[in-house]
């Protein structure tokens, strides 16, 4: 990425006010090693971020056919 001085400073203000709030929402549990807080990062910025830098992309979650696949993985 070739950010402008004001956009990275833009970036890093709004990463720390993510980095607080995942921090207050998140279990003691899921902060005690490097590999749990890239683990619980990794899935907030999926869940989050992802599909707002590209909206049109489909949320493999909310998929049915993902959906449905996951549900016969599980009951067969």
Request: aromatic share 2%.
């Amino acid at each position: 990425m070739n950010l402008s001085p004001e956009e990275k400073e833009k970036l890093e203000e709004h990463a720390k006010a993510i980095a607080e709030i995942l921090h207050q929402n998140t279990s003691s549990d899921k902060l005690k090693t490097f590999e749990d807080i890239e683990t619980t990062l990794r899935e907030e910025i999926q869940e989050q971020i992802i599909f707002e830098m590209h909206p049109s992309a489909t949320h493999p979650l909310k998929s049915s056919s993902i959906l449905s696949a996951t549900n016969n993985k599980v009951t067969n």
